[in-house]
């Protein structure tokens, strides 16, 4: 049996994390509708999709924290690809997000997007350790086998 290294257990309990919060945004949607709506993005979702566009996002979040953090906490590779691609898009959006918000001189907002995008990568960096894929079973190369 494979050990789950101590950062995998983290990252897949973060995504509990978010999927207990979505379900309670999801909850309070229900009993106060879309009036406990207040951040900026929930704002723009509502003006341009309505009501089914924040329950697509919520809805969707949930499904996919929990797969990630499922696959995470059995050490299944695509719960780890998964989180991967997860990261890389989160990584990429943040990025223009700080362009963005350096455009609009919006520096206390560019610099909360940097931090996101740091952290994107930084768990990027880490899924991608040769540690961590043999943890989830990925055969990798050494520099002996012309890696």
């Not at 951040?39 to 509502?46: D, E, F, H």
């Not at 929990?66 to 299944?76: C, D, K, S, T, V």
Request: aromatic share 6%; hydrophobic share 60%; proline share 3%.
């Amino acid at each position: 049996m494979r050990t789950r290294p101590i950062g995998v257990s983290l990252l897949a309990a973060l995504n509990f994390v978010v999927v207990a919060g979505m379900a309670g945004v999801g909850a309070a949607l229900l009993v106060r509708g879309a009036a406990v709506l207040h951040s900026p993005v929930a704002q723009r979702v509502l003006q341009h999709e309505g009501a089914g566009g924040v329950w697509f996002l919520v809805l969707s979040t949930v499904l996919l924290a929990a797969l990630m953090g499922i696959g995470l906490l059995r050490l299944r590779d695509w719960g780890r690809q998964l989180m991967m691609i997860y990261c890389g898009i989160a990584l990429a959006s943040s990025g223009l997000m700080v362009l963005a918000e350096m455009l609009r001189f919006a520096v206390d907002a560019a610099l909360v997007w940097l931090g996101a995008a740091i952290v994107a990568g930084w768990i990027l960096r880490y899924l991608t350790r040769p540690t961590i894929k043999q943890a989830f079973g990925v055969p990798v190369k050494s520099k002996a086998q012309g890696a």
